[in-house]
T-cell receptor, first 112, second 117 residues
Framework: DAGVIQSPRHEVTEMGQEVTLRCKPISGHNSLFWYRQTMMRGLELLIYFNNNVPIDDSGMPEDRFSAKMPNASFSTLKIQPSEPRDSAVYFC??????????FGEGSWLTVV | GENVEQHPSTLSVQEGDSAVIKCTYSDSASNYFPWYKQELGKGPQLIIDIRSNVGEKKDQRIAVTLNKTAKHFSLHITETQPEDSAVYFCAASISYAGGTSYGKLTFGQGTILTVHP
C-alpha cells in the first residue's frame, strides 16, 4: 500500500503567489482530511470530505483557502493569495471504514 | 467543540525508564481516543487507540488507560528506547454506531519525548 501521497513535499513561494497542494488518499478510503501544523497552534483540522463531499470546512482560516475533491483519488488545497503567516506543514489524511486515520508525509510550505 | 489538553509538553527520560503522557478532554460525547507518534519530517502515525467502552489497552511496551468519569486518558510507555524519541499526540473524536466515524479528530498540543541512551 502506497499510503497517502502528497505533493509537493516542499514549497517556497513569494507572498501573493498562488499555492496548490495535492493529495492522493489511500485507495478505497472514503474520508479525506486536510490538517495544518504549526508550532503555535499545533495540528488543526482545516476541512474534511466524506465520499468527495465537504462535510465541515469550519477550520478553513479565511476565503484565501479553498479545497476541492473532484474524485475519490484526488484532492487539492489552494491558497490564493499566499501570506507569510500561511507558512506551515500541511497534512492530508484519509480514512476507510474503520477509525484509523492515515497521514501523508506533509507538504512543507514557506511563504516569504 | 471538543478541547483536548495534553501534558507535559516535553518529557526527558533515561533509556529503560517509563514515560507517561496525560490528556484531558471536554466533550463527554467523545468516545474514541487515538495516540499518534510523529517523527521528525514525517506525518503522525497511529500507535494505539482506545474506545470508551474499554478502560485499558496494551500493545507490547505501550498501554493506554481511560477514565471516562474524569474525562482523561494516558499513554504509558515502558522500557523506553532511544527510538521512542518523537512527538506524541493524543486526540479525541466521536465514533458513531458501528465503529466508524467521520473521524474529526481534535488533537492535543503534543509532547516531545526524548529518551537518553
Amino acid at each position: 500500500d502506497a499510503g497517502v501521497i502528497q505533493s509537493p513535499r516542499h514549497e517556497v513561494t513569494e507572498m501573493g503567489q498562488e499555492v496548490t497542494l495535492r493529495c492522493k488518499p489511500i485507495s478505497g478510503h472514503n474520508s479525506l482530511f486536510w490538517y495544518r501544523q504549526t508550532m503555535m497552534r499545533g495540528l488543526e483540522l482545516l476541512i474534511y470530505f466524506n465520499n468527495n463531499v465537504p462535510i465541515d470546512d469550519s477550520g478553513m482560516p479565511e476565503d484565501r483557502f479553498s479545497a476541492k475533491m473532484p474524485n475519490a483519488s484526488f484532492s487539492t488545497l489552494k491558497i490564493q493569495p499566499s501570506e507569510p503567516r500561511d507558512s506551515a506543514v500541511y497534512f492530508c489524511a484519509s480514512k476507510g471504514s474503520g477509525n484509523t486515520i492515515y497521514f501523508g508525509e506533509g507538504s512543507w510550505l514557506t511563504v516569504v | 467543540g471538543e478541547n483536548v489538553e495534553q501534558h507535559p509538553s516535553t518529557l526527558s527520560v533515561q533509556e529503560g525508564d517509563s514515560a507517561v503522557i496525560k490528556c484531558t478532554y471536554s466533550d463527554s460525547a467523545s468516545n474514541y481516543f487515538p495516540w499518534y507518534k510523529q517523527e521528525l519530517g514525517k506525518g503522525p502515525q497511529l500507535i494505539i487507540d482506545i474506545r470508551s467502552n474499554v478502560g485499558e489497552k496494551k500493545d507490547q511496551r505501550i498501554a493506554v488507560t481511560l477514565n471516562k468519569t474524569a474525562k482523561h486518558f494516558s499513554l504509558h510507555i515502558t522500557e523506553t528506547q532511544p527510538e521512542d524519541s518523537a512527538v506524541y499526540f493524543c486526540a479525541a473524536s466521536i465514533s458513531y454506531a458501528g465503529g466508524t466515524s467521520y473521524g474529526k479528530l481534535t488533537f492535543g498540543q503534543g509532547t516531545i519525548l526524548t529518551v537518553h541512551p
